[in-house]
């Protein structure tokens, strides 16, 4: 019997108004995320890749459709327990970082620990949460820019070190959207490797936007989308 989907979507259909227009972007997708794998979402942009990772991230509501995690739906539940759901389960990561300026690498990683809990909770926590929070800055190999601001750091550097905060709540599911799409090369393929040794030491589920093939084909699963429907998914060629 195969495993159940971490999470699923059904029928989802998506439009914005702009002006007096309606833009349709989804048209209504089916999508599976098979645990503990990468599956790469692709297509050119305005296909509704993104769209599709913020309806996935319950950062949004589709018009009509269905989200699931686990099998129970959540894209219905109230703005309360989404927001729970996003900060104990979902770790996001943009292609422009995000990170707050005023806040050290250090800090910025710690921010998710904070939100939701009352001071008094926090503080009695304080120790273990720092230390998993310097761990993760040695993880992504920043364990010497902890006391850096974002002005101070490299695009991969700030990638990293959002990489780190998206793992601060230990998520089953990473949503990264376009995370290389902001860098060079080379740092880009630093970020990718990072992003694979965390799914084959932890078993992290990675769902991986990219309008990049080359990038697409290291995932487990890759989904294309264009002009809002899914118009092909497969697995990945086996070597």
């Given at each position: 019997?195969?495993?159940p989907?971490l999470l699923?979507a ?12 309606e ?5 209504g ?9 990468i599956t790469?979402m692709?297509g050119?942009s305005g296909?509704?890749?993104s769209?599709l ?6 950062l ?5 459709g269905?989200v699931y995690?686990q099998?129970q ?8 327990y989404r927001d729970?759901f996003r900060?104990?389960?979902?770790g996001?990561i943009?292609?422009f970082?995000h990170?707050?300026p ?20 926090y503080l ?6 720092r ?5 993760l800055l ?5 364990g010497h820019r902890?006391?850096?601001k974002p ?6 550097e ?18 990264a ?7 060079d ?6 970020i990718l490797?990072?992003?694979?040794g965390l799914n ?20 487990d ?10 118009a092909?998914?497969?697995l990945?060629?086996?070597a």
């Open positions: 019997m195969s495993q989907p699923h059904r029928g989802l259909i998506k439009s914005y108004r702009k002006n007096r227009l833009v349709p972007v989804l048209r997708v089916d999508l599976e995320v098979p645990e503990g794998q790469a692709v050119r296909s509704g890749k769209t990772m913020h309806l996935l991230a319950t949004d509501h589709p018009d009509q269905e995690y099998g739906r959540i894209d219905d539940a109230s703005r309360r729970t900060n104990r389960e979902i996001i943009f292609q970082y990170l707050l005023e806040l050290t690498a250090l800090e910025n990683i710690l921010a998710p620990a904070m939100i939701g809990r009352s001071a008094w909770s009695r926590t304080r120790k273990q949460t230390a998993r929070a310097l761990e040695e993880r992504v190999g920043l902890g006391d850096h002005t101070e750091m490299s695009g991969g700030m990638q990293r070190a959002a990489i780190a905060r998206a793992l601060m709540s230990e998520p089953s599911v990473l949503l959207d376009e995370p290389t799409g902001n860098l090369a080379e740092t880009g393929n630093e490797t990072l992003l694979r084959a030491s932890d078993g992290l589920t990675i769902v991986m936007v990219t309008h990049d093939d080359a990038i697409a084909r290291g995932a699963h890759t989904v294309r989308l264009e002009n809002g429907r899914i092909d998914a497969k990945a060629a086996v």
